[in-house]
């Protein structure tokens, strides 16, 4: 793919694509299913600058992983980035402002789950998880701790046993998919969350079926609201 011009959507309706560029990053235009993936497994291993509110899209029963951890980054200045994922979406590349800018995700697909992997990420915009699931796998997946997490009341967080301490401010809600807790750990590592977790509601749960998991550190809070 070349990245000399801007596009308005990328769409996999096939299997098993693994397209890159041809030198930098792939420009994109704002706008709903600016990346879509209907195929069954796809990968779009290039950087990616968007132009403003955008949205990708995965179907259920689909897989679509974009980049390569420490090789590639995805930059949204300034806007929001919609990630609809009702398959299983994986982002290894890195989650960036663009300069001066702040970015914000919103994480949504019933059903789905959003690995988050990219090992530098650094946005600074709150990241909203509205349904489904998402991942982490490193102390860098949230971007940077000067923007909050808000898990909403029938999603999920799991740390996934991310091996660092993630010092993110996390605000809970709700208890999860089928009550297994709306902040979990589903590998038997132990992670540590440093920043504030608040209790945004009633009814919250937070469910560690393995291992340990160790939250706080001098001067944070547990805050039930």
Request: glycine share 16%; with cysteine.
């Amino acid at each position: 793919v070349g990245t000399s011009l801007v596009y308005n959507s990328i769409t996999f309706s096939g299997t098993a694509y693994n397209i890159g560029s041809t030198g930098g990053a792939i420009n994109l235009a704002s706008g709903i299913n600016a990346i879509r993936n209907t195929g069954a497994s796809n990968t779009l291993d290039v950087s990616l600058v968007f132009g403003g509110d955008s949205t990708i899209t995965v179907n259920a029963s689909t897989a679509l992983t974009l980049g390569t951890v420490g090789a590639s980054t995805l930059t949204n200045g300034n806007s929001l980035l919609t990630l609809s994922s009702l398959g299983s979406t994986l982002i290894n590349s890195d989650i960036n402002d663009a300069a001066g800018t702040g970015t914000a995700l919103l994480i949504s697909g019933s059903g789905g789950s959003v690995t988050l992997a990219g090992t530098g990420s650094s946005y600074t915009g709150a990241t909203t998880i509205a349904s489904g699931t998402v991942k982490l796998t490193n102390a860098n997946s949230l971007g940077s701790s000067a923007g909050i997490t808000l898990v909403q009341s029938g999603a999920v967080l799991d740390l996934n046993g991310t091996a660092a301490t993630v010092a993110e401010p996390i605000t809970i809600n709700g208890s999860g998919i089928a009550g297994a807790g709306a902040l979990v750990n589903s590998t038997s590592s132990t992670p540590t969350l440093s920043g504030d977790i608040t209790l945004g509601s009633t009814g919250c749960l937070i469910g560690i079926a393995n291992g340990t998991t160790t939250i706080g550190d001098n001067g944070d809070t547990v805050a039930i609201n």
